[in-house]
């Protein structure tokens, strides 16, 4: 059977809200995102607090939406798809550059000790600091900073996840990745499709995996304006 929309409460908003989540949680699925525990953070950080506006309606459908400063929340499945490449674990210590809305650190927060996101803008900064604030998320640092240069005095890191394009992974990144690490990031011109690799830093040195075709905004140097 089925519900057409006046087969619903009116009353009911939360009912259609369910249900969207529920679709969302499959979409993952169906597009690889498997890992159990990556799947339980996503079900539990809910995307909808994280998309602002006209496009805050959206927020269960598996697409890229924009967000402040003319950057873009990432789609979902590949949110899942990076996470999962990651294969964080709890005691890991993991630096996301590209804080943008939040989103990616609030589910790093949720499978990994302690999470440092970085943004070249102040304003995303903040205001994903707020929203961790608003979650009672109190394992991210939220700092304004061409992350490019990784952070020296924070690192090195477990993990490494880079969610803005750059021609090749920055040497800054390869180096505060510890012995065993792994980074995750889109490499190409931001102009062309991309590619996302994953890189594990060996004791002789670091190999490469080509993951699959992504679409990121360009990593930018400097500071940004807002
Ligand atoms: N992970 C985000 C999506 C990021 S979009 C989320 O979950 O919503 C990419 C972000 O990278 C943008 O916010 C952009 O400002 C940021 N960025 C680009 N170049 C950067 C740099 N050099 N240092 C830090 N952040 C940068």
């Known amino acids: 059977m089925t519900m057409g929309p006046e087969d619903r ?6 009912g259609d809200l369910a249900e969207r989540k529920m679709r969302f949680l499959f ?8 890992d159990a525990r990556v799947l ?11 998309v602002r506006g006209i496009f805050a309606d959206r927020a269960y459908e598996d697409m890229p939406l924009p967000i402040a400063c003319g950057q873009t929340i990432s789609q979902p499945s590949v949110v899942g798809l990076m996470t999962q490449a ?4 709890p005691r890991d210590t993991v630096l996301e550059v590209g804080t943008g809305s939040g989103y990616q650190a609030a589910i790093l927060s949720q499978l990994a000790r302690r999470v440092y996101t970085v943004d070249r803008y102040r304003r995303l900064v903040r205001e994903a600091g707020e929203l961790f604030r608003q979650l009672d998320i109190t394992n991210i640092t939220a700092i304004a900073a061409d992350g490019s240069f990784g952070l020296p005095d924070q690192g090195p ?3 490494i996840l880079v969610t803005a394009a750059a021609e090749d992974p920055p040497g800054p990144l390869l180096e505060q990745l510890k012995p065993g690490g792994i980074m995750v990031l889109p490499v190409g011109q ?10 594990t830093r060996g004791s002789r040195g670091f190999d490469y995996e080509e993951l699959r075709p992504v679409r990121f905004v360009p990593l930018v140097e400097g500071l940004g304006s807002e």
Do not use: Y
């Not at 953070?41 to 809910?46: C, L, T």
């Not at 990651?86 to 674990?89: E, F, G, N």
């Not at 062309?192 to 994953?198: D, G, H, N």
């Open 190 to 199: 931001s102009d062309a499709v991309q590619s996302l690799i994953k890189v």
């Open 9 to 14: 409460n009116p009353d009911d908003a939360s």
């Open 40 to 50: 339980t953070a996503m079900e539990r950080i809910d995307r909808g607090l994280f």
């Open 157 to 159: 890191f477990d993990r």
């Open 86 to 89: 990651l294969q964080v674990s």
């Open 27 to 34: 979409a993952l699925r169906s597009r690889g995102v498997t």
